[in-house]
């Protein structure tokens, strides 16, 4: 497998971890009533899963110029932790709206 696709899917797969596990530390925290800290660790996530957006574009304009890269497991292994982080971001976010909700009720 080409270095430069290995290199992206684990650029892939760190960022978008980091993203899912903060966005994890929000819903704790809107959980422990710190709302104001889990919305700025929603912004934090948001960053990290925007980095590795900006890897995962790079094998899409790949594609488009007519480069074509080996599909592996470890390319579809980094596809699946963005996807993940991504929708545990968006899921904290209604979590925190819940939270903050319901504690100003």
């Not at 892939?12 to 809107?30: F, N, P, T, V, W």
């Not at 890269?69 to 982080?85: K, V, Y």
């Amino acid at each position: 497998m080409d270095e430069k696709i290995v290199e992206i899917a684990f650029q892939l797969i760190s960022y978008s971890g980091d993203a899912r596990g903060i966005a994890m530390e929000a819903i704790h925290s809107a959980k422990n009533g710190n709302i104001e800290e889990a919305r700025n660790l929603i912004k934090e996530a948001r960053e990290q899963i925007h980095k590795a957006h900006e890897f995962q574009t790079q094998l899409i304009q790949d594609e488009a110029a007519g480069i074509k890269n080996e599909i592996s497991i470890l390319l579809i292994h980094s596809q699946d932790h963005f996807m993940t982080g991504s929708t545990v971001i968006d899921m904290a976010e209604e979590f925190v709206d819940l939270y903050d909700r319901l504690e100003n009720k």
